[in-house]
Nanobody
Framework: QVQLVESGGGLVQAGGSLRLSCVAS????????MAWYRQAPGKQRELVAI???????TYPDSVKGRFTISRDNAKNTMYLQMNSLKPEDTADYYC?????????WGQGTQVTVFS
C-alpha cells in the first residue's frame, strides 16, 4: 500500500525559508509525475510545483523563482524548497504522486508565514 508522509512545515517570518519533505513508501507501478499542492483556508487546492518522470519542473507564476521542487529517488523522497516566503504562502501543503492509474496524497503539512 502506498503512503505519502509530508514534514517540514511550520511557522516562519516573511522572507524566510522552509524545506518540505515527502517520503513515499510502498510500490508505484510507474510514476508519471510528483507534485506539491497547497490549500489555504476558504480557497481551492492549487498546484505549487510539479516534476515529471523525466525531471522537468513547472511552477505557477505565484511561486516561480522562489520555490524549487526536487526528488531523491534513492530515498523515495520529494522536496519543496521555499524561499522568500510571503504571508500569502500560508496554507496546508500536500504532496501528490500520480502513477498513471491513481493519484496518491499525503496528509498535509501546515505552513504559516507571518509578517
Amino acid at each position: 500500500q502506498v503512503q505519502l508522509v509530508e514534514s517540514g512545515g511550520g511557522l516562519v517570518q516573511a522572507g524566510g525559508s522552509l524545506r518540505l519533505s515527502c517520503v513515499a513508501s510502498g510500490t508505484f507501478s510507474s510514476v508519471a509525475y510528483m507534485a506539491w499542492y497547497r490549500q489555504a483556508p476558504g480557497k481551492q487546492r492549487e498546484l505549487v510545483a510539479i516534476i515529471t518522470s523525466s525531471g522537468r519542473t513547472t511552477y505557477p507564476d505565484s511561486v516561480k523563482g522562489r520555490f524549487t521542487i526536487s526528488r531523491d529517488n534513492a530515498k523515495n523522497t520529494m522536496y519543496l524548497q521555499m524561499n522568500s516566503l510571503k504571508p500569502e504562502d500560508t496554507a496546508d501543503y500536500y504532496c501528490n504522486v500520480y502513477d498513471y492509474y491513481k493519484a496518491y496524497w499525503g496528509q498535509g503539512t501546515q505552513v504559516t508565514v507571518f509578517s
